[in-house]
C-alpha cells in the first residue's frame, strides 16, 4: 500500500513522467519519433508548447528542442526539454541510440537526466530490441523495459512492448502497451495506446495517437493522493516541407481522468539536411 507519507514533490513526478514519455521518447523504433512524422533525411527542430490544466492544478508550458541524425546502421537522438508545471519548473536533457544489426533486428537505448526539479524524473533509462517480420518486413515488434527514478524516493519499473505494421501507401499502424509497477507500495498500473502515421509524400505526414489505462497514482490536493484510477490521453498532429530544408509542425493534445483534464498545443519549426 503506498504510503501517504511521499512528499508532495515526489508525487507530482508520476503525472510529469506520462507527457515527458509522449513529447521526447522515440518510442517508434524506426528512426522517427512518435508524432515527429515520417519525413526523410536529418533533422533538428524546436517547440513551444502550453497546455491547460483544470480544477486549478497550475497550467504546463515550456519548449523542446531535439536533434534527430539517422545513418545507415545508427540513428543518434538528442532533445533537451524546458517544462513549467504544477506551479514548478525544471529542465531535463537526453540522448538515443537505434543501432540497425541487419535489415530485420536492432535495439533502441536511451537515458534522460533531469536537474533535480519535482515534476521531471531525476533520471530515466529505456532498453527495446525489435524485430522487423513478413516478406517486406512489414511487421514490427518490440520488447524492452524502462527504469524512472524521481528526485525523491518514489521509483517505477515497467515492461514495454509494441507490434507495428508497415502498410501500403506510406501508412504506419503501431499498438504499444506498457506494464508498471511503482514503487514504495508496489502498485500496479498498465496502458495502451495506438499509433497511426500517414505519409502521403515526402513533404507531409499526419500523426494520430490514442492511449489509455491505469495510473498507480498521482496528487489530487497537498494532502491526498489518488491511487489507481483510469485516464485517456489523445494526440493529432501535422507537419509540413515548406521547402527542401524547413518544415513546420503543429501538433494538438488532451489529457482526461476522474478528477482534471489538460489540453493544449504544441508550435514547432524543424530544419532538415
Given at each position: 500500500?503506498?504510503r501517504?507519507?511521499l512528499?508532495v514533490r515526489?508525487?507530482?513526478?508520476?503525472?510529469?513522467?506520462?507527457?515527458?514519455?509522449?513529447?521526447?521518447?522515440?518510442?517508434?523504433?524506426?528512426?522517427?519519433?512518435?508524432l515527429?512524422?515520417?519525413l526523410?533525411?536529418?533533422?533538428?527542430?524546436?517547440?513551444?508548447?502550453?497546455?491547460?490544466v483544470?480544477?486549478?492544478?497550475?497550467?504546463?508550458?515550456?519548449?523542446?528542442a531535439?536533434v534527430v541524425?539517422?545513418?545507415?546502421m545508427?540513428t543518434?537522438?538528442?532533445?533537451?526539454?524546458?517544462?513549467?508545471?504544477?506551479?514548478?519548473?525544471?529542465?531535463?536533457?537526453g540522448?538515443?541510440?537505434?543501432?540497425d544489426?541487419?535489415?530485420?533486428?536492432f535495439?533502441?537505448?536511451?537515458?534522460?537526466?533531469?536537474?533535480?526539479?519535482?515534476?521531471?524524473?531525476r533520471?530515466?533509462?529505456?532498453a527495446?530490441v525489435?524485430?522487423?517480420?513478413?516478406?517486406?518486413?512489414?511487421?514490427?515488434?518490440?520488447?524492452?523495459?524502462?527504469?524512472?527514478?524521481?528526485?525523491?524516493?518514489?521509483?517505477?519499473?515497467?515492461?514495454?512492448?509494441?507490434?507495428?505494421w508497415?502498410a501500403?501507401?506510406?501508412l504506419?499502424?503501431?499498438?504499444?502497451?506498457?506494464?508498471?509497477?511503482?514503487?514504495?507500495?508496489?502498485?500496479?498500473?498498465h496502458?495502451?495506446?495506438?499509433?497511426?502515421?500517414?505519409?502521403?509524400?515526402?513533404?507531409?505526414?499526419?500523426?494520430?495517437?490514442?492511449?489509455?489505462?491505469?495510473?498507480?497514482?498521482?496528487?489530487?490536493?497537498?494532502?491526498?493522493?489518488?491511487?489507481?484510477?483510469?485516464?485517456?490521453?489523445?494526440?493529432l498532429a501535422?507537419?509540413?516541407?515548406?521547402?527542401t530544408?524547413w518544415?513546420?509542425?503543429?501538433?494538438?493534445?488532451?489529457?482526461?481522468?476522474?478528477?482534471f483534464?489538460?489540453?493544449g498545443?504544441?508550435?514547432?519549426?524543424?530544419r532538415?539536411?
Amino acid at each position: 500500500m503506498l504510503r501517504l507519507s511521499l512528499s508532495v514533490r515526489a508525487m507530482r513526478t508520476r503525472a510529469a513522467a506520462l507527457v515527458l514519455t509522449a513529447l521526447l521518447w522515440p518510442q517508434r523504433s524506426d528512426a522517427q519519433a512518435p508524432l515527429a512524422g515520417g519525413l526523410p533525411g536529418s533533422w533538428a527542430e524546436v517547440n513551444a508548447f502550453a497546455q491547460r490544466v483544470t480544477n486549478d492544478f497550475g497550467d504546463w508550458s515550456g519548449a523542446y528542442a531535439r536533434v534527430v541524425n539517422p545513418r545507415a546502421m545508427d540513428t543518434f537522438y538528442g532533445e533537451v526539454l524546458a517544462l513549467r508545471g504544477f506551479r514548478e519548473q525544471g529542465i531535463q536533457v537526453g540522448a538515443a541510440h537505434r543501432h540497425d544489426w541487419n535489415a530485420r533486428l536492432f535495439h533502441v537505448i536511451g537515458v534522460n537526466v533531469g536537474d533535480g526539479s519535482p515534476i521531471l524524473p531525476r533520471l530515466r533509462s529505456d532498453a527495446q530490441v525489435g524485430l522487423r517480420l513478413g516478406a517486406r518486413k512489414e511487421w514490427q515488434v518490440t520488447g524492452g523495459g524502462s527504469y524512472v527514478k524521481s528526485p525523491f524516493e518514489l521509483y517505477d519499473v515497467a515492461a514495454t512492448g509494441s507490434i507495428a505494421w508497415f502498410a501500403p501507401k506510406a501508412l504506419l499502424l503501431e499498438v504499444s502497451g506498457r506494464y508498471n509497477t511503482s514503487q514504495p507500495g508496489t502498485i500496479r498500473s498498465h496502458r495502451l495506446q495506438g499509433v497511426s502515421i500517414l505519409t502521403p509524400s515526402p513533404r507531409r505526414s499526419f500523426s494520430v495517437r490514442v492511449g489509455g489505462g491505469s495510473e498507480g497514482w498521482q496528487i489530487i490536493s497537498a494532502n491526498t493522493t489518488l491511487r489507481r484510477f483510469h485516464s485517456q490521453e489523445y494526440a493529432l498532429a501535422w507537419r509540413e516541407k515548406l521547402t527542401t530544408q524547413w518544415a513546420l509542425s503543429l501538433q494538438g493534445d488532451r489529457y482526461v481522468n476522474p478528477f482534471f483534464s489538460r489540453t493544449g498545443v504544441t508550435l514547432g519549426v524543424a530544419r532538415y539536411w
